[in-house]
């Protein structure tokens, strides 16, 4: 089974508006930490915002905030007033139990931002 | 800032040749990684290593192998490279030091094209 499932291969968005985009994941292990990194063309990889199974809150990080259900075991990245240069390809990832563990990545979602 | 290079950003090679994948961090990681990104399937590990000399088999090991003789340095290595590794090769690092919210940091890519 996938660990990281991401559903929307591509996404559209207005500028200014806000947008969701999907993520669910798979782990028994009760101990876990998701990820969203953003990948613009230039093919860096840059880190977005993060979320412990165990943290009561949801995450935010200035326009970016995750939408954490741990029974659904969804962690949706929101961005919220979408820029154009928030057009991009948008990967979540899981990382179980050891901080020595590896990471788990979905095939992504790309994300354009419509003038 | 975090700093990881990759020896090229772009490569061309010949069916059969062996083919080197440098990747150096800055910042005295303990663990670094190995990916291949192809669309469509985002992520997928190839190899790990969280100290010198270790390293662990990803999820797609088969035709590559890997060196870490010294921390901040960890190579990629294709034995006999061949048309269907044509792909995305991104390196990561990432520390214990900073517990489980600890990101991995990225290197900006090499895009390998096998003829």
């Known amino acids: 089974a996938q660990k990281i499932t991401q559903t929307q291969p591509g996404m559209f968005v207005q500028e200014k508006e806000a947008v969701t985009l999907d993520c669910t994941y798979d782990?028994?292990?009760?101990?876990?930490?998701l990820f969203w990194y953003k990948q613009p063309s230039s093919g860096e990889m840059i880190f977005l915002i993060y979320?412990?199974?165990?943290?009561?809150q949801n995450a935010t990080e200035g326009r970016y905030s995750l939408n954490f259900q741990k029974a659904r075991k969804s962690a949706n990245l929101v961005i919220s007033a979408s820029q154009l240069g928030d057009s991009a390809m948008y990967f979540c990832?899981?990382?179980?139990?050891?901080?020595?563990?590896?990471?788990?990545f979905g095939t992504g979602t790309s994300l354009t931002v419509i003038p | 800032d975090v700093k990881v290079t990759q020896s090229s950003r772009y490569l061309v090679k010949r069916t059969g040749e062996k083919v080197f994948l440098e990747c150096v961090q800055d910042?005295?990681?303990?663990?670094m990684f190995w990916y291949r990104q192809d669309p469509g399937l985002g992520l997928r590990l190839i190899y790990f290593?969280?100290?010198?000399?270790?390293?662990e088999k990803g999820d797609i090991p088969e035709g590559y192998s890997v060196s870490r003789e010294k921390k901040e340095r960890f190579s990629l290595i294709l034995e006999s490279a061949s048309t269907n590794q044509t792909s995305m090769y991104l390196c990561?690092?990432?520390?214990?030091?900073?517990?489980?919210?600890?990101?991995?940091?990225f290197g900006p890519g090499t895009r390998l094209l096998v003829l």
């Open positions: 290593s969280y100290d010198v000399k270790m390293k």
């Open positions: 910042m005295d990681h303990e663990n």
């Open positions: 990561a690092s990432s520390s214990l030091a900073g517990g489980p919210k600890e990101t991995q940091y």
């Open positions: 979320q412990g199974s165990y943290d009561q």
């Open positions: 990832a899981m990382r179980e139990g050891g901080i020595g563990n590896q990471f788990y």
């Open positions: 782990t028994s292990d009760p101990s876990y930490g």
